[in-house]
């Protein structure tokens, strides 16, 4: 009898150390997100001056893919006459893992035509760890806007979705389909 109620007493606390254990992760998930607040704060003191349009376009993500638990603030080149590609470099910011440099490519094509350069803020979602952002992205992006404008992209994979943000000044026009591949060195190889 007393060996019955030793097992079930420590089954129990099995359960609850297992129950407060999963408790503790998801309130840790929770916190290793980031609020609207603290994300226009962030794009406000990067981009300067499109603020007002820069809370719109973060409010909107916000609202379709809910709270990031990472974000990327950056500087992009892109260019294309039909096939193109874009090049660009930042910082990776996170809750619970820190900073980290990540830099990206791609190509694309499409019916698209310019060039640009632009600050880009990524908010990053799903990202189950750093590591998880070293891959490609793929996507569908439009573009129109001649001498400045700030424009929203959604690239995904395997679960994780960035959604870049960018003020650019130059003048493009079109739409096309492509990725970005993100690596932890720079590269010049979008393949």
Excluded: H
């Excluded at 349009?53 to 974000?71: D, K, T």
Aim: charged share 10%; aromatic share 10%.
């Amino acid at each position: 009898m007393i060996r019955s109620l030793v097992k079930r007493f420590l089954a129990a606390a099995v359960v609850a150390i297992a129950v407060t254990g999963a408790a503790q992760q998801a309130s840790a998930q929770a916190n290793a997100q980031y609020t609207g607040d603290q994300l226009v704060a962030a794009g406000n003191s990067f981009f300067t001056q499109l603020s007002g349009n820069l809370a719109a376009v973060i409010e909107e993500a916000i609202s379709r893919f809910g709270l990031p638990n990472g974000y990327i603030l950056g500087q992009t080149a892109g260019g294309a006459i039909i096939g193109g590609v874009r090049i660009g470099e930042g910082t990776l910011y996170t809750q619970n893992a820190g900073t980290l440099p990540v830099y990206w490519i791609g190509p694309s094509i499409g019916f698209d035509v310019g060039a640009d350069a632009s600050q880009t803020m990524m908010l990053v979602y799903n990202l189950p760890n750093v590591e998880a952002v070293y891959q490609r992205f793929f996507g569908v992006s439009g573009s129109a806007f001649v001498v400045g404008g700030v424009g929203m992209t959604v690239l995904t994979n395997s679960g994780v979705t960035v959604v870049p943000i960018v003020s650019g000044l130059g003048a493009r026009i079109g739409f096309n389909i492509g990725y970005l591949k993100f690596t932890p060195t720079r590269t010049v190889n979008p393949f």
